[in-house]
C-alpha cells in the first residue's frame, strides 16, 4: 500500500483532509506509541481508519500521510 506524504498540517487540518477524503463519513482513531531509532525516544502516533482500514497517520510536527488506496475511489486532496 503506497502512501502520499504531507508536511506540516495541523493535526485539526489533517483531520479535515481526510474527513473531506473519507466522503464526509466518520473515521476511527487510535492513538499509538512507537520507538524511533533512538533509543528511549518514542513517537506519538494519531492513526485513522474507515471500513477500508487504515486511511491516515498524522505526528506532533506536522508530519503525516494517507492511503489513497483505502480511501474511497481512491481520492486526493
Known sequence: MKSIKREKLTK???EE???KLNGGETMGHAKHIEQTEQ???????H????????IGTWQKGGHCCYFPENLPKGETP
Not at 47 to 54: A, P, T
Open 17 to 19: 483532509m481526510l474527513y
Open 39 to 45: 533509543e528511549g525516544v518514542y513517537a506519538n502516533l
Open 47 to 54: 492513526l485513522y481508519y474507515n471500513d477500508n482500514g487504515h
Open 12 to 14: 485539526r487540518n489533517f
